[in-house]
């Protein structure tokens, strides 16, 4: 028998941007995240979007000794990246970005301490934080954390990196920082990329989210 570990919640944030443009005026947004709803309804997950008070609101409660790294931040995207780690860290369930939608039940996961997810068609095996799911309290989650925090420091004070802004984000909250960290046994080539050429009953037959990957944060 199987243990229930990972919570059957869902996470989603928006408004990390503050730019005050509503999530109705990003179709793909929109449509996804009701796509989300309507699968945690059917599958009996809670459901919760995160807006930019409510995460700041965590930060305060639980990691204070983060604020300063909060404001320290160069862009929006890298506090997007951090808060969903302290979310899943307080909370646990499934983080799953705006412009992702699940395409299956994820019961066969739900025994797993930590899934962290990445494109079927990346040989590498990244792990892609747009889709991810942990146990609350899971220390790998606090050390995530901490190297955001290290990683952070460290690469904002070299110049290069003022112009580079897609290496400094992947370096300091995204895929390249989790790779140095992440148990490779975690990570399941889980997620069908977009491609127009594709309809949904093409898609590899173990893949359990479709990303239209719109990165409106880096263009």
């Not at 995160?50 to 930060?59: G, I, Q, R, S, T």
């Not at 899943?88 to 970005?97: E, M, R, S, V």
């Not at 984000?169 to 050429?197: A, C, R, Y």
Request: net charge negative; glycine share 4%; hydrophobic share 35%.
């Amino acid at each position: 028998m199987n243990v229930q570990r990972i919570p059957k919640r869902i996470h989603q944030i928006y408004g990390i941007f503050d730019d005050g443009v509503p999530i109705e005026d990003i179709p793909v947004f929109k449509e996804h995240t009701e796509k989300t709803k309507q699968f945690a309804e059917h599958y009996g997950y809670e459901y919760k979007l995160w807006d930019l008070k409510e995460c700041e609101l965590l930060l305060v409660n639980h990691f204070p000794h983060y604020i300063q790294l909060w404001n320290d931040f160069r862009y929006p995207i890298q506090r997007a990246d951090f808060i969903r780690y302290c979310i899943l860290f307080i909370h646990g369930g499934w983080y799953i970005d705006c412009d992702v939608y699940p395409l299956r039940d994820l019961k066969s996961f739900h025994s797993d301490f930590q899934v962290f997810c990445c494109w079927n068609t990346d040989s590498r095996r990244l792990p892609y934080n747009a889709v991810m799911a942990s146990t609350d309290r899971n220390p790998l989650f606090l050390k995530i954390m901490n190297l955001c925090e290290e990683r952070t420091y460290e690469k904002q004070s070299k110049i290069i990196y003022e112009k580079w802004k897609g290496r400094l984000v992947f370096q300091t909250t995204g895929h390249f920082m989790l790779n140095s960290i992440v148990p490779k046994d975690s990570i399941h080539n889980i997620i069908e990329t977009h491609n127009p050429d594709k309809g949904l009953n093409e898609y590899n037959s173990n893949a359990y989210f479709y990303d239209s990957n719109i990165s409106s944060w880096y263009q």
